[in-house]
Structures are given as C-alpha cells and as structure tokens.
C-alpha cells in the first residue's frame, strides 16, 4: 500500500502534490462553481441586469426631459417673441389713435373757432345795422327838429315826415 500511496506523492518528500487531495479539491471546486453558477451568478447577472436597465432608463428619462426642456425653452421664446410683436403693435396702434385723436380735437377747435368767428361777424353786423338804424332814427328826428323849426309853417307834419323818410333811404342808398 506503501506504493499506491507512494505513487500518488509526488515529492511529498518536500510537499509534494498528492493526487487524491488535487482531485478531491477540483471536485469540490466544480461543485463550488455550480454552486455558486446557481446561487450567485444568476441573482447577481439578475441584479446586474437590472441596474443596467435601470441605467438606461434613467439616460432614456434624462435625454427625454432634455427634449422637454428645450421645447418648452423653444416655445417660451416664440411666446415671448410674440407678446413683445404684440406690445409693439399696441404701442403702434396707442400712438397712430393719439395722432388721430390730436388731429380731431385740432379740427374740432378749428370749426369752433370759426363757429365763433362768424357768431361774433354776426353780432358785429347786427350790432352795426342796429346802430345805422339808430342813427337814421336820431337823425330823422333831428332832421324833423330842424325842419320843422325852419319850415314850420310851410309844410304839414305828414309832408315833413315824407321828406325825411325820402332823406333817409337816400342815406341808407348812398352806403
């Protein structure tokens, strides 16, 4: 037996390898790799798996959100582009109603000036007729007077009066 055991130490004289032992520990560690095939590497290529997609998913959300963000930007821009075209016509359309509105109010007092020019040329000429007319009347009635103390006894009251009548449209005639 000395030389089954003896053919199975190779050097055992300086620690050499003995068969039985490297084959029963080949064993074990094939048996250690299923184990470990079955036990471990599959929940870990599971968990392995699952970060990966987590991973993914979280660039796929991440370049998603990207894609939100600068539509969302794009849109802000052309909105606000679109408020100031607005304001900018508001303030176009304010001033072009201003200059309308300062071109009524000038015709509006051009028209009331000329209203009022042509009232007081009215009370103006009214005014002068009434004061011809006072006038002719002051001077017929002095005329009367004069007449009457220098023709008092050759002309009747009615021929007098006629002649001053006479007098005055030949007054009024002459203007």
């Known amino acids: 037996m000395h030389s089954y055991i003896d053919s199975l130490t190779i050097g055992a004289n300086v620690g050499g390898l003995q068969w039985v032992d490297m084959l029963v520990q080949l064993f074990f560690f094939l048996v250690l790799l299923a184990l470990l095939k079955k036990f471990a590497w599959g929940p870990l290529m599971n968990i392995m798996e699952k970060r990966e997609k987590y991973v993914a998913d979280e660039i796929e959300e991440a370049e998603r959100s990207r894609a939100e963000a600068e539509k969302a930007s794009k849109e802000a821009a052309d909105q606000l582009n679109q408020v100031r075209a607005e304001a900018q016509k508001m303030i176009e359309d304010a001033k072009s109603a201003g200059t309308s509105q300062q071109e009524q109010i000038i015709a509006a007092a051009k028209k009331e ?18 004061a011809i ?13 004069i007449a009457s103390k220098v023709i008092e006894k050759e ?12 007098y005055i449209k030949e007054v009024g005639e002459e203007r």
Do not use: F
């Not at 007319?133 to 007077?145: E, F, G, P, R, Y």
């Open 133 to 145: 007319q006072a006038l002719q009347d002051k001077v017929a009635s002095l005329s009367v007077l």
């Open 113 to 130: 000036a000329e209203r009022i020019k042509e009232a007081a040329q009215a009370d103006i000429q009214n005014e002068k007729e009434r």
């Open 155 to 166: 002309l009747s009251e009615q021929d007098q009066e006629k002649l001053i009548n006479e």
